[in-house]
């Protein structure tokens, strides 16, 4: 049995931890350190244009930001997911120029959230409750696609709304 508590679900606390923030920020730190300091006193012909080096300088750095950001964005997102967060971390931080992270955000499943009847995980793109048959979302129904509460007709099929038997739960919102 699955426990309701194993899984933060809709958590709205931050998404990008502050572990993240701080590696990003030394990321960043240590790539203009290394960039205005260090690699200068390696070359022997003559530097860049300043402009061009503030441009470059600072692209790298923000690119390093950016990686320790993404990783710790998905270390908070996939368990939301139901996804493996190690997993992902390590594909996101292994593959080279943010391939991992394209891939992520290409795989990642919908959220899970609770059914509020019955306390199941449920997709976020679900309409009715595996186990209890309660009615997550509107739905149209002639086509059986996600409609807005509020819609009067389905922006699929035209099929009138009002018409459809809805649940007292989303009739309430519709008014
Ligand atoms: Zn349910
Ligand atoms: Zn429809």
């Known amino acids: 049995m699955r426990d309701p508590q194993s899984i933060t679900v809709n958590d709205d606390a931050r998404l ?3 572990w993240s923030i701080l590696v990003a920020v030394v990321a960043f730190v ?7 300091l260090v690699l200068p006193g390696q070359r022997h012909h003559a530097p860049p244009p300043l402009g061009f080096r503030i441009y470059f300088n600072l692209s790298w750095g923000l690119v390093a930001a950016l990686y320790f950001l993404m990783v710790g964005y998905v270390s908070k997102d996939a368990p939301r997911r139901g996804m493996s967060s190690r997993f992902w971390m390590l594909i996101c ?4 120029g ?14 899970i959230s609770c ?9 976020s793109d679900f ?8 009615q997550l979302t509107a739905s149209c129904g002639n086509c059986f696609r996600t409609v807005r509460s509020t819609d009067q007709f389905c ?11 809805m649940p ?5 919102l519709g008014e």
């Open 98 to 111: 943010g391939i991992g992270a394209v891939l992520y955000f290409l795989l990642r499943v919908p959220e």
């Open 93 to 96: 931080f292994v593959m080279p």
């Open 115 to 123: 059914c509020p009847a019955c306390g199941t995980h449920v997709q």
């Open 30 to 36: 240590f790539v203009e350190y290394y960039f205005w």
């Open 16 to 18: 990008i931890p502050l």
């Open 155 to 165: 922006t699929r099929c035209g099929h009138e709304i009002s018409r459809d038997h």
């Open 127 to 134: 309409h009715f409750c595996p186990q209890c048959n309660y």
């Open 168 to 172: 007292a739960r989303l009739r309430v």
